[in-house]
């Protein structure tokens, strides 16, 4: 086992403060009372134009992972928290106290660079408290993988790094980055609405997320974005993000653990046209899946076949990776060495849509797609924001199913499809929504 295991969340993972206090913690129940205030706090988050790799000297800093469900709608899908894969690692004999276990929070807001160089520091420091030497071990979910790739390839950590293990990291992007960087980030129902485009478009996070990878229809052929014009987007930052990927190398391959998220409708490919994004699910004419926030082809380290035996895959959406059982069993045999065998087994897996907001006294309408050889018998749970079942349905079995769920008070929700009974061949998928009222205007 390695000396020391750092926890990296993803984007938005990780809660803030200034001298005013926190800024970012919106997370659970607290997600809906914050939605219509988020315009406004995050206009204190936003970053000034030309940032770079730098800090903006405002005063915010990292405090904590996100412990539950949180959320910008538009931005990212709702996510779990981080305490379950914590759980995990303290069972394993990890531990804040003995100093081997350390949950980095960062501002998720600058750059991979910034953040990178910042943990190659904080786990230099770590690592020499514990002994000459030692090594370490990242879990990372997300961008946090980026943020640790950086730090072992660019700031001299690769020998002190026994493992990077990650969830969900979108080695060469994602096509959604891309829709909602250029399409803008404006959620609005009823007479509820939120324009939060100018913030995103200031992260230069959100620009290393877009996809480096070949994705954007041409007469000839896939280009990537330094390949065209990118409407709306400053080039430059768009430079800067795909010189970021470019500067991260197979240099720690044999050391990496990537387990990605699969069997999920997911944005892989895009068309430009009158300044609109327009997403697609296909690759060169296949359908690839993903986790439905990171398709295969941007899950993959470059030039990585996506047979690769080296890529460890389980039937779940982006937003529960870090909190599913079989990849955990996974994260503690990578760490142990041991033989595990995870939960997941050969079996129909479902592909699950469920729309990240809605308002009180509106459906929560969930779609599931069967693609493979269908079930006897389908449950699909509606669970409260403790985990506890509100109300079930077991649909007729057919390729589509539409499942509604009506007259749900507001609050944080998890929808889990899975088999009828315990035992029965249907990998389990789980994904959030929050359903909130309908604000006075």
């Given at each position: 086992?390695?000396?020391?295991?750092?926890?990296?969340?993803?984007?938005?993972?990780?809660?803030?403060?200034?001298?005013?206090?926190?800024?970012?913690?919106?997370s659970?129940?607290?997600?809906?009372?914050?939605?219509?205030?988020?315009?406004?706090?995050?206009?204190?988050?936003?970053?000034?134009?030309?940032?770079?790799?730098?800090?903006?000297?405002?005063?915010?800093?990292?405090?904590?992972?996100?412990?539950?469900?949180?959320?910008?709608?538009?931005i990212?899908?709702?996510?779990?928290?981080?305490?379950?894969?914590?759980?995990?690692?303290?069972?394993?004999?990890?531990?804040?106290?003995?100093?081997?276990?350390?949950?980095?929070?960062?501002?998720?807001?600058?750059s991979n660079?910034y953040?990178?160089?910042?943990?190659?520091?904080?786990?230099?420091e770590?690592?020499?408290?514990?002994?000459?030497?030692?090594?370490?071990?990242?879990?990372?979910?997300s961008?946090?993988?980026?943020?640790?790739?950086?730090?072992?390839?660019?700031?001299?950590?690769?020998?002190?790094?026994?493992?990077?293990?990650?969830?969900?990291?979108?080695?060469?992007?994602?096509?959604?980055?891309?829709?909602?960087?250029?399409?803008?980030?404006?959620?609005?129902?009823?007479?509820?609405?939120?324009?939060?485009?100018?913030?995103?478009?200031?992260?230069?996070?959100?620009?290393?997320?877009?996809?480096?990878?070949?994705?954007?229809?041409?007469?000839?052929?896939?280009?990537?974005?330094?390949?065209?014009?990118?409407?709306?987007?400053?080039?430059?930052?768009?430079?800067?993000?795909?010189?970021?990927?470019?500067?991260?190398?197979?240099s720690?391959?044999?050391?990496?653990?990537a387990?990605?998220?699969g069997?999920q409708?997911?944005?892989?490919?895009?068309?430009?046209?009158?300044?609109?994004?327009?997403?697609?699910?296909?690759?060169?004419?296949?359908?690839l899946?993903g986790?439905?926030?990171?398709?295969?082809?941007?899950?993959?380290?470059?030039g990585?076949?996506?047979q690769?035996?080296?890529?460890?895959?389980?039937?779940?959406?982006?937003?529960?990776?870090?909190?599913?059982?079989?990849?955990?069993?996974?994260?503690?045999?990578?760490?142990?060495?041991?033989?595990?065998?995870?939960?997941?087994?050969?079996?129909?897996?479902?592909?699950v849509?469920?729309?990240?907001?809605?308002?009180?006294?509106?459906?929560?309408e969930v779609?599931?797609?069967?693609?493979?050889?269908?079930?006897?018998?389908?449950?699909?749970?509606?669970?409260?924001?403790?985990?506890?079942?509100v109300?079930?349905?077991?649909?007729?079995?057919?390729?589509?199913?539409?499942?509604?769920?009506?007259?749900?008070?507001?609050?944080?929700?998890?929808?889990?499809?899975?088999?009828?009974?315990?035992?029965?061949?249907?990998?389990?998928?789980?994904?959030?929504?929050?359903?909130?009222?309908?604000?006075?205007?």
């Amino acid at each position: 086992m390695s000396d020391l295991v750092v926890v990296l969340p993803g984007i938005l993972g990780s809660t803030l403060r200034d001298k005013d206090g926190m800024v970012w913690e919106v997370s659970g129940k607290a997600a809906l009372r914050a939605v219509l205030s988020l315009g406004g706090t995050l206009k204190r988050l936003k970053l000034p134009s030309g940032i770079g790799d730098e800090h903006p000297g405002d005063g915010v800093e990292p405090v904590a992972l996100m412990s539950d469900l949180h959320v910008i709608p538009g931005i990212w899908t709702p996510l779990k928290g981080y305490d379950r894969v914590t759980r995990k690692l303290i069972s394993l004999g990890y531990t804040t106290e003995k100093g081997t276990l350390l949950p980095f929070a960062y501002d998720w807001r600058l750059s991979n660079r910034y953040n990178g160089a910042l943990l190659a520091r904080r786990v230099g420091e770590a690592l020499d408290r514990i002994g000459p030497n030692a090594k370490v071990s990242f879990v990372c979910h997300s961008m946090g993988g980026l943020v640790a790739r950086w730090c072992i390839e660019q700031c001299g950590m690769a020998e002190r790094t026994d493992k990077l293990i990650t969830m969900g990291t979108p080695y060469r992007g994602a096509a959604s980055a891309l829709d909602q960087l250029v399409n803008g980030v404006r959620k609005g129902l009823g007479p509820f609405g939120i324009d939060l485009t100018e913030f995103a478009r200031s992260l230069p996070s959100l620009h290393q997320l877009l996809p480096e990878y070949a994705c954007i229809e041409s007469p000839n052929g896939l280009v990537k974005t330094t390949e065209t014009t990118v409407p709306e987007l400053d080039t430059k930052m768009v430079e800067d993000a795909m010189a970021f990927h470019g500067a991260l190398t197979d240099s720690f391959a044999d050391r990496t653990y990537a387990i990605i998220g699969g069997k999920q409708p997911t944005a892989t490919t895009a068309k430009i046209a009158g300044g609109k994004v327009t997403c697609y699910r296909t690759y060169e004419g296949k359908e690839l899946h993903g986790d439905a926030t990171v398709p295969a082809v941007g899950g993959a380290r470059r030039g990585l076949n996506l047979q690769s035996n080296t890529l460890h895959r389980v039937t779940e959406q982006h937003t529960s990776l870090q909190d599913n059982s079989a990849v955990l069993d996974m994260v503690e045999s990578f760490l142990t060495a041991t033989d595990i065998v995870p939960r997941n087994v050969t079996a129909t897996e479902p592909q699950v849509i469920v729309p990240d907001l809605v308002l009180a006294g509106e459906d929560l309408e969930v779609t599931v797609e069967l693609k493979d050889t269908p079930p006897r018998a389908l449950k699909v749970a509606l669970l409260n924001e403790q985990g506890k079942q509100v109300e079930s349905r077991s649909p007729a079995i057919s390729e589509t199913m539409s499942i509604k769920f009506d007259g749900l008070a507001p609050g944080a929700y998890y929808v889990q499809v899975s088999g009828i009974s315990v035992g029965a061949p249907v990998v389990p998928v789980t994904s959030a929504a929050l359903v909130m009222d309908c604000p006075d205007v």
